[in-house]
């Protein structure tokens, strides 16, 4: 589903993804953990070409994302990208911040992407609020229709970058259940930046362990918690 094949990264001299090796199987949840600045953000913003790599190979579903040649708008098309700030539009209603990417971009017609942004905001406990304005509501909840939105989009991979660091404590455990129940349930291939170990250790199924912009440790969830 997505391989690096030593993949190198500067940001002018600075040097902050060192030989990146790297491949996620489809339905595979993968967490990166590691020191502040050793790169996790950079590696997830080169999957969906928010960033270009510098030497090195970087495939997604087959398709070289840093080839010229490459439709960035179809390869980004199936890759959902959750940040720290959920950035919903604030002048649409949560209902309308769902709806709007598949009805612009996918072309469903207004009551298809209803239908299925009603399902979703179940899904995410937020069918309630779908009328209200995003400036209205908490930051686990904003959080929370900020997956709804992304998993409207119908992604095969959903990349999660950070996704709790910016909330409130009493409202990381909401969104980490929301992203549980993607991942054990719906069979998303999903990479997920957190400092969240008990989210690792219940859900993921390997473990990358980044420092320096090296991964220093890839290993199956349960051996990297239980024999450290
Ligand atoms: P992490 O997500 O692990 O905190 P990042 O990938 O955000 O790390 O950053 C890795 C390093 O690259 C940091 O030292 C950061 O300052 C640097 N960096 C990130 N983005 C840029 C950029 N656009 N320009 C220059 N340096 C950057
Ligand atoms: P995060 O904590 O989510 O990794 P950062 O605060 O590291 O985010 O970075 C936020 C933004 O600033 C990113 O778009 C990143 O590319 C950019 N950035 C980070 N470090 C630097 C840097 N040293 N020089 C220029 N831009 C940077």
Sequence with gaps: MISFKHVEKYYGS????????????????????????????????????????????????????????TNLNEVRKNLGMVFQHFNLYPN??????????PIKVLKEDKETATKKAEKLLEKVGMLHKKDEYPTQL???????????????????????????????PEMVGEVLDVMKSLAKDSGMTMIVVTHEMGFAREVADRVIFMADGQILEDRESESFFDHP
């Design 92 to 101: 649409m209603t949560v209902l309308e911040n769902v709806t709007i990417a």
């Design 138 to 168: 908490s930051g686990g909840q904003q959080q929370r229709i900020a997956i709804a939105r992304s998993l409207a989009m119908e992604p095969d991979v959903m990349l999660f970058d950070e996704p709790t660091s910016a909330l409130d």
């Design 14 to 69: 600075f040097h902050a993804l060192k030989d990146i090796n790297l491949t996620i199987e489809r339905g595979e949840v993968v967490v990166a953990i590691g020191p502040s600045g050793s790169g996790k953000s950079t590696m997830l913003r080169c999957i969906n070409a928010l960033e270009e790599i510098t030497t090195g190979e970087l495939l997604v579903d087959g398709v070289d994302i840093h080839d010229k040649k």
